[in-house]
């Protein structure tokens, strides 16, 4: 069985990134700014394992967009497997 490497090699530290949180407001949506506070991970993915990872976490939970426009998706360092 082929060994499986670390996810995410291709990440940035971020402290205290600014975010855009979805917030529905009856049949229409709007985007607000919010600041996270803490230490970061900004992922760039470049595998289809990294992609269904994120996919499988919780939006504006455990994954948020940032509010840059550097790109790439901010996540906890917690939620990363080991």
Known sequence: MKKQGKLFIDRI????PKVLVRENKGNDFY???DCLVGTYYRVFPSS???VMFLQSL???IDVYLPADEIGGLIISPLVIPK
């Open 48 to 50: 289809a394992r990294e």
């Open 31 to 33: 985007f607000r700014q």
């Open 13 to 16: 530290i971020t402290e205290n």
């Open 58 to 60: 919780r939006k504006n």
